[in-house]
């Protein structure tokens, strides 16, 4: 990953908690120890860093507003009995849902947010971004349920 695309995904991030919810998602834990706050940043620039490694042409805005919006469900998911107990299947929809309450989104961005669950969704995505940020949820999600005690931090300010 370079430093270009953290500055971008960073920026991308401080302008969504100005605009909507964004920062309720510092406080909700994801994977092991780490937010999903960080977790989107992680996935926002992986995503970012095999596009280029696979040499695709992407809209990188979508794709990294896509990423940071993936998980947007705003809630913990950790406790069954609060609703949640089906989260893995249902969260692509609930964060899609918040998202547009709070932004306008391309048909890339509520693709990437309403597909990043295949094949545990059934419909899979439709565009290579979506593709992208599918597969780049899935290897930090690993990597954070495995080793999150370990996980670098991309920045300070994101704990």
Not at 69 to 92: A, C, E, I, S, V
Not at 107 to 117: K, L, N, S, Y
Request: proline share 4%; hydrophobic share 40%.
């Amino acid at each position: 990953m370079t430093g270009a695309v953290l500055d971008r995904v960073m920026r991308q991030a401080a302008l969504l908690e100005r605009q909507g919810r964004y920062a309720v998602t510092r406080r909700c834990i994801q994977h092991g120890n780490v937010t999903v706050y960080a977790h989107c940043l992680r996935v926002a620039c992986l995503a970012c860093t095999l596009a280029g490694w696979l040499h695709l042409t992407v809209d990188e805005d979508a794709l990294i507003r896509g990423a940071l919006l993936h998980d947007y469900f705003l809630y913990d998911w950790h406790d069954p009995d609060n609703g949640h107990r089906w989260h893995g299947f249902t969260h692509p929809a609930t964060a899609l849902q918040n998202a547009l309450q709070d932004w306008d989104l391309s048909d890339v961005e509520q693709d990437i947010i309403a597909r990043h669950m295949f094949p545990l969704t059934p419909v899979p995505p439709a565009c290579r971004e979506a593709w992208l940020v599918c597969l780049a949820d899935k290897l930090c999600a690993a990597g954070e349920t495995c080793f999150s005690r370990g996980m670098p931090q991309l920045s300070r300010s994101q704990n």
